[in-house]
């Protein structure tokens, strides 16, 4: 009895750590039925959307235990009603076949038809689901699910104490789906609000195109082209990033970095943005502030955004030393600032620009494997190549 | 010949336990998880009912009730199945399935219904 105590208070224990409603209810199902050497054990849980309860999870020998997902309880089921409606016949919650038979069989029960009929009902409802005992799982007023036990092995009887500890195991279920629930919905809401909050970026990113106008879906092309570049080096390995979390956050940060690359040209007088012909020195010294404009622009966010900031700054940075604003080289250039700055080379060769025609994409590729190693860092730059030609094929 | 029920269905956990159900009713149970041997058994063992699942792996279950029913158009068939669209309910009907039953499924209904076809070819 000690043992099966042990399992339980351990199984309420993890609980709390599964998010996943199915996976928690298996793993209770499966330790029930070992503590307490059941036949077979399922669980119904009520299905919001669908309005009845549906056998989701079980356990036990075939032909014995009920097949996952073959069926179902309408909320019109007796089972349900009597643990909803607090039709009470016994002191306890549970409903328990050899006691229903034996009050059917007692005098005492003749004397109210109505009562004889639900019980009937209810010993024809377990016996279809071959069930000793039913348990509900309540949250607050709530039937959530009904907790289906089959015959104990060896036809050995249900102990009180036994029942006392499933009831509570019941509720503890019930609390923890609800949690799990709620949590489910905690994320989908966050899901979406990082969607609208990327769009938001792209939005604002896409604000600079306005005053550019050679520069039109500049900004979401590059972002594409770098997530794409990131992708491929994380396959191979150059992106090495002790857990799955981290890499997401990286990833986050170079979209970001991407979709606001240029913000910092809102600082620049339009009519050398979009000057045909040669800049000036000058001009040229003006329009290199960009990426340090941008940083600034991003000061109020400069926690949140760090690593995205870096990889604005430095996005004009050469491998070999000679970019702008820190003639940074090598491996001290952040590597979304290489990602980047590769992408936005690529697809400024590829466009119009006020000042010449767009290349062709071969030349430009073409150009970019002459930069390896002096414009270019060399990992990102195979990494490109093998994007490239992965959408060839 | 007494009671005798064909379970057709794919999955072994289903026709495995429909077939304990059965018999707890004190009916013959014969169970298939093949097309082929479903109408093997129906050939040879004359099922007063079949419960007949659609998706099959070897056929799929239409073409299944409209072999069975061309052999011999006696037995009641019960259609057991996750697909619910009306098209393929009113495909089943018109090949000569008595009743549609939707997985899940509520386990008194399919009680009610096997009980009533053996009740009515008793009579």
Same mark, same amino acid.
């Given at each position: 009895?000690?043992?099966?105590?042990?399992?339980?208070?351990?199984?309420?224990?993890?609980?709390?750590?599964?998010?996943?409603?199915?996976?928690?209810?298996?793993?209770?199902?499966?330790?029930?039925?070992?503590?307490?050497?059941? #036949?077979?054990?399922?669980?119904?849980?009520?299905?919001?959307?669908?309005?009845?309860?549906?056998?989701?999870?079980?356990?036990?020998?075939?032909?014995?235990?009920? *097949?996952?997902? %073959?069926?179902?309880?309408?909320?019109?089921?007796?089972? =349900?009603?009597?643990?909803?409606?607090?039709?009470?016949?016994?002191?306890?919650?549970?409903?328990?076949?050899?006691?229903?038979?034996?009050?059917?069989?007692?005098?005492?029960?003749?004397?109210?038809?109505?009562?004889?009929?639900?019980?009937?009902?209810?010993?024809?409802?377990?016996?279809?689901?071959?069930?000793?005992?039913?348990?509900?799982?309540?949250?607050?007023?709530?039937?959530?699910?009904? $907790?289906?036990?089959?015959?104990?092995?060896?036809?050995? /009887?249900?102990?009180?104490?036994?029942?006392?500890?499933?009831?509570?195991?019941?509720?503890? =279920?019930?609390?923890?789906?609800?949690?799990?629930?709620?949590?489910?919905?905690?994320?989908?809401?966050?899901?979406?609000?990082?969607?609208? %909050?990327?769009?938001?970026?792209?939005?604002?990113?896409?604000?600079?195109?306005?005053?550019?106008?050679?520069?039109?879906?500049? /900004?979401?092309? $590059?972002? $594409?082209?770098?997530?794409? &570049?990131?992708?491929?080096?994380?396959?191979?390995?150059?992106?090495?990033?002790?857990?799955?979390?981290?890499?997401?956050?990286?990833?986050?940060?170079?979209?970001?970095?991407?979709?606001?690359?240029?913000?910092?040209?809102?600082?620049?007088?339009?009519?050398?943005?979009?000057?045909?012909? *040669?800049?000036?020195? #000058?001009?040229?010294?003006?329009?290199?502030?960009?990426?340090?404009?941008?940083?600034?622009?991003?000061?109020?966010?400069?926690?949140? %955004?760090?690593?995205?900031?870096?990889? &604005?700054?430095?996005?004009?940075?050469?491998?070999?030393?000679?970019?702008?604003?820190?003639?940074?080289?090598?491996?001290?250039?952040?590597?979304?600032?290489?990602?980047?700055?590769?992408?936005?080379?690529?697809?400024?060769?590829?466009?119009?620009?006020?000042?010449?025609?767009?290349?062709?994409?071969?030349?430009?590729?073409?150009?970019?494997?002459?930069?390896?190693?002096?414009?270019?860092?060399?990992?990102? =730059?195979?990494?490109?190549?093998?994007?490239?030609?992965?959408?060839?094929? | 010949?007494?009671?005798?029920?064909?379970?057709?269905?794919?999955?072994?956990?289903?026709?495995?336990?429909?077939?304990?159900?059965?018999?707890?009713?004190?009916?013959?149970?014969?169970?298939?998880?093949?097309?082929?041997?479903?109408?093997?058994?129906?050939?040879?063992?004359?099922?007063?009912?079949?419960?007949?699942?659609?998706?099959?792996?070897?056929?799929?279950?239409?073409?299944?009730?409209?072999?069975?029913?061309?052999?011999?158009?006696?037995?009641?068939?019960?259609?057991?199945?996750?697909?619910?669209?009306?098209?393929?309910?009113?495909?089943?009907?018109?090949?000569?399935?008595?009743?549609?039953?939707?997985?899940?499924?509520?386990?008194?209904?399919?009680?009610?219904?096997?009980?009533?076809?053996?009740?009515?070819?008793?009579?």
């Amino acid at each position: 009895m000690i043992g099966y105590r042990k399992i339980l208070e351990q199984a309420a224990r993890q609980m709390i750590l599964i998010h996943d409603p199915d996976v928690l209810i298996r793993l209770i199902i499966k330790i029930v039925i070992k503590a307490i050497d059941l #036949e077979h054990a399922g669980f119904l849980l009520y299905d919001e959307e669908k309005g009845y309860y549906t056998l989701t999870v079980s356990g036990g020998k075939s032909g014995t235990k009920l *097949p996952e997902g %073959f069926a179902r309880v309408r909320r019109e089921n007796p089972m =349900v009603k009597y643990f909803s409606y607090g039709y009470r016949f016994w002191r306890d919650d549970f409903l328990i076949h050899s006691r229903i038979k034996r009050t059917l069989e007692s005098k005492k029960m003749l004397k109210d038809p109505l009562r004889r009929q639900l019980l009937k009902e209810l010993q024809y409802q377990m016996e279809l689901h071959k069930a000793e005992v039913c348990l509900p799982c309540f949250f607050r007023d709530k039937l959530v699910g009904i $907790v289906v036990l089959g015959k104990k092995m060896k036809r050995k /009887t249900f102990t009180s104490s036994e029942l006392g500890y499933l009831s509570i195991l019941a509720s503890d =279920v019930a609390m923890a789906i609800e949690n799990a629930k709620l949590f489910q919905g905690i994320r989908i809401q966050l899901d979406k609000n990082k969607k609208l %909050f990327l769009r938001m970026i792209e939005v604002l990113g896409g604000a600079i195109e306005a005053k550019d106008k050679y520069t039109s879906g500049h /900004t979401s092309r $590059v972002a $594409v082209l770098s997530l794409k &570049i990131f992708e491929e080096l994380c396959r191979r390995g150059i992106v090495k990033k002790k857990n799955y979390q981290e890499k997401l956050r990286m990833k986050e940060m170079l979209h970001i970095a991407a979709l606001l690359h240029d913000i910092g040209k809102i600082g620049i007088p339009e009519h050398i943005i979009n000057k045909q012909g *040669p800049l000036t020195p #000058e001009e040229r010294h003006i329009i290199e502030q960009h990426p340090v404009i941008g940083v600034n622009i991003l000061y109020p966010l400069r926690k949140e %955004f760090k690593d995205a900031i870096l990889g &604005i700054k430095h996005h004009h940075e050469r491998y070999d030393g000679r970019g702008y604003p820190e003639g940074r080289r090598g491996c001290h250039i952040p590597l979304i600032a290489a990602i980047i700055g590769l992408a936005d080379a690529y697809d400024a060769m590829t466009s119009d620009r006020p000042y010449r025609k767009a290349l062709a994409k071969e030349r430009a590729i073409e150009e970019i494997r002459r930069n390896k190693g002096t414009q270019f860092r060399p990992d990102v =730059v195979e990494a490109f190549l093998n994007v490239l030609m992965r959408e060839e094929v | 010949m007494g009671e005798r029920v064909l379970v057709v269905d794919n999955e072994k956990e289903v026709s495995n336990f429909l077939a304990s159900f059965l018999k707890r009713r004190n009916i013959k149970v014969f169970s298939a998880t093949s097309a082929a041997t479903a109408v093997e058994i129906y050939k040879k063992e004359k099922p007063n009912v079949v419960l007949l699942d659609i998706v099959m792996p070897d056929m799929d279950g239409l073409t299944l009730l409209q072999k069975l029913k061309a052999i011999d158009s006696g037995p009641h068939i019960v259609m057991l199945t996750s697909r619910k669209s009306p098209t393929v309910i009113a495909e089943v009907k018109k090949l000569g399935a008595e009743v549609f039953l939707s997985k899940p499924v509520e386990l008194s209904e399919i009680d009610k219904v096997v009980r009533s076809f053996l009740s009515r070819d008793r009579v």
